[in-house]
């Protein structure tokens, strides 16, 4: 251990803002400590075909320590941030036990990531989970599946058409996909699988506050989205929020006032709320944050009055730019290459400057919206190149090819959804939260950034 | 629904006998309903793969209604059994909310597989897991991995030494499996992954009561796989029991007294209990059971007194034949073609006659031994014949060929185990029972069978 002798870096979070930075760091003379609450690098961007039952999660998920294991000079820890002490340069964590760990550095990089945000309204985590981790998309999948079980077990008419029932809250990029693979569901895949219930009978909503789908893409492929979405029988739902619900129940307020959605299963992907570490920060450097917590970082990722200390990723306001992985790789690249040439004795700081390569988002299994580069792309094209970006990003050639495998699969064979588990266990679990399925308790600080 | 009209079959259990069952009855004029406590047909001779990291179990598990999809004439309900009321013809369960069920049958079939036993120290549960479940391997999976997670943050010496000490308890085939992944990881695929902690420092023990290990196979193969278990850093202990353990030590009895190891991870594979079901059902018909609480059963595989009820699989005891697969599976069969052929009129009843087609067992991942039509494999032939025969009977070309891709994998890339997922809530759940770390609930009827 030369700890002592060499700089250290402590990089806070392994999503794609850490992960990046750290890589970026390979050839430098430093030490690089990663730490994060989850022993994985998640590829966030494919979680919802965990939820699905597509993806099992460790091809999108590789462990950290696995991904950096030649990087000698850096090293993964499983713990949780509690306090970035600025002053006395040390990160504090806790470990899985609640043992305390003092990590001091030379530079920090804070990458916490972001969770989901109910605008204020925590209660709905108990009826409406999200999905930000790997644990999440787990959750959401038994949840999914059950509610078909439950709908094949129900007796009752009424109760059955609400297990049939699945809102999902929020137009963005995630919740299209996710509401696109409910009716994937529910149309393709499972009507042969149930005896007592017709899948095809599954009502699907999608709720926007908005006055379109995918609010970022344009206007065309907004409409090509939607388009999409309702000829595979989803129900969009514009201008309408989600104002109520229990475990029964979504109530909306829609353009025609408030209406009652009789359901079991309700989708969050309606907000995002910075890490409690973005707060941590800028009450301690006096940066500003914006209404979604995020902190408000110089030019150069660093934080007011601390060039030792950068943030990046989901957690930070930086030019307008949304919370996505590109961003945050782009930014971890970045303060890498910084904290490189400031070793090297050059303190020019040339300011981050970001390149667009644009966004594009899946409608169920076949079809995807790209805007990239100026072009627009959908249908068949846009899902192709979605797939060959996405496996491109994906960590490994092991992964990419049971990716491509996995997706060749469950096009050729519709039923294939090869991930459907639900254990004893978990049924008990949700069902027993009986209308109330499962609890997404709000949590700490996120992995992602 | 013509269920008033046609003879109907209930099946408790979708492990290898009650699915074998089902499908027999494919073509037959009856209606089947199929009943377990979780959704899937769990493959479960390749569940250790699960544990060690190498599979997901997706592919191993394929959801069982999908498996019978196209089988009109069965149906797949999510619900636990918990009364067998032979006299009203009826089958008691309780879906996952509680809600209960009544099945009522002409013919029952019984294959509620087995459990776990801890030889009436229960304790022990709570501080060595077995493995029956997918939730169980999940739960091995974190626990192994868990371990060199906080190894790595460990300070103390004694402390790090414990989390590297691994003890596996009964050296039957499960065992030797088991012990022989753990053995890989920490010597072969986690080396280069841990910065503060060398693996191979790890302290692997596997226990055994009996005078060899894999006690069914012939002494040639006991002898070597024990030489290669050795080989592997494996500490073979024989004639040794535990008879003490807590959270931080196993206590054995061997042929040198009692020795205490401090150990943080111990995994429990000495022994198994039938299902409570086999003794519902022979306290109802009079019939023995054995010290593994399996049920007595005819030579028919009926339950004495009651020809329209039989017990198949791990929970029955018939000619001594092991609670492995192959017996579950040609029990199906052939319940599945008695019923057909009495349904014809048939009514006579040629005893159950078992095919021995032999056993086998992984050391590690590029051997096995193989035990089959009186020869004798072992080594690669013997990993190969092993696999073989393993994805062969996998459900599904898609689970078949992503196994061998997952196989290959891991086989060429010595580090890739793809599936090392700890989320922070288990990782917190798990070492927040600090020293003691899964509790392994005793339960109720297991799936296989």
């Given at each position: 251990m030369s700890e002592e002798q060499r700089h250290r870096v402590v990089v806070v979070g392994g999503g794609f803002g850490g992960l990046n930075v750290t890589k970026a760091l390979a050839h430098a003379d430093v030490d690089v400590t990663v730490v994060d609450r989850t022993n994985h690098h998640l590829?966030?961007?494919?979680?919802y075909q965990v939820a699905a039952g597509i993806l099992p999660p460790g091809l999108i998920a590789p462990a950290l320590r696995g991904v950096i294991r030649?990087?000698?000079?850096a090293r993964a820890l499983l713990a949780e941030v509690t306090d970035l002490d600025l002053d006395a340069h040390v990160v504090r964590a806790s470990g899985p036990d609640g043992r305390p760990l003092e990590l001091p550095y030379d530079t920090l990089v804070v990458a916490g990531g972001a969770t989901h945000s109910y605008f204020g309204r925590d209660e709905f985590a108990r009826y409406a989970p999200g999905m930000k981790t790997v644990e999440d998309a787990r959750h959401l999948r038994d949840q999914i599946l059950l509610a078909f079980e439950m709908a094949e077990l129900a007796t009752d008419p009424q109760e059955r058409a609400e297990w049939l029932t699945f809102v999902v809250i929020g137009a963005g990029p995630t919740g299209v996909e996710l509401v696109g693979q409910v009716a994937e569901l529910a149309h393709t895949v499972l009507p042969q699988d149930y005896r007592a219930v017709d899948t095809h009978e599954a009502r699907i909503l999608l709720l926007e506050g908005?006055?379109?789908?995918?609010?970022?893409?344009?206007p065309k492929l907004q409409r090509y989205t939607q388009g999409r979405l309702e000829a595979m029988g989803v129900e969009v739902r514009l201008?309408?929020?989600?104002v109520g619900m229990d475990g029964e129940s979504v109530t909306l307020k829609g353009p025609d006032g408030e209406e009652t959605i009789r359901t079991r299963t309700r989708i969050w992907a309606a907000g995002v709320q910075a890490s409690p570490l973005a707060a941590q920060l800028a009450e301690r450097t006096g940066a500003g944050t914006d209404r979604a917590g995020r902190i408000e970082v110089n030019p150069d990722c660093t934080v007011p009055g601390r060039p030792e200390v950068f943030a990046i990723g989901d957690m930070v306001s930086l030019?307008?730019?949304?919370?996505?992985?590109q961003p945050a790789m782009q930014e971890g690249k970045y303060v890498g290459k910084l904290i490189k040439a400031r070793l090297a004795g050059d303190e020019r700081t040339a300011p981050f400057h970001y390149f667009d390569k644009g966004s594009m988002a899946t409608i169920g299994h076949r079809a995807a919206v790209a805007d990239a580069f100026g072009m627009r792309f959908t249908g068949v094209l846009g899902y192709t190149m979605w797939g060959f970006v996405h496996v491109l990003y994906l960590i490994g050639w092991g992964n990419r090819l049971g990716t491509v495998y996995t997706w060749a699969r469950a096009l050729t064979f519709s039923?294939?959804?090869g991930h459907r588990i639900i254990t004893f266990e978990q049924a008990h679990e949700r069902a027993f939260r009986?209308?109330?399925?499962?609890e997404a308790p709000v949590r700490g600080p996120s992995r992602a950034g």
């Open positions: 590829f966030q961007p494919l979680l030649k990087q000698k000079n908005a006055g379109a789908v995918v609010p970022p893409f344009a201008h309408s929020l989600a030019d307008g730019l949304p919370g996505v992985a039923h294939s959804r009986g209308p109330g399925p499962v």
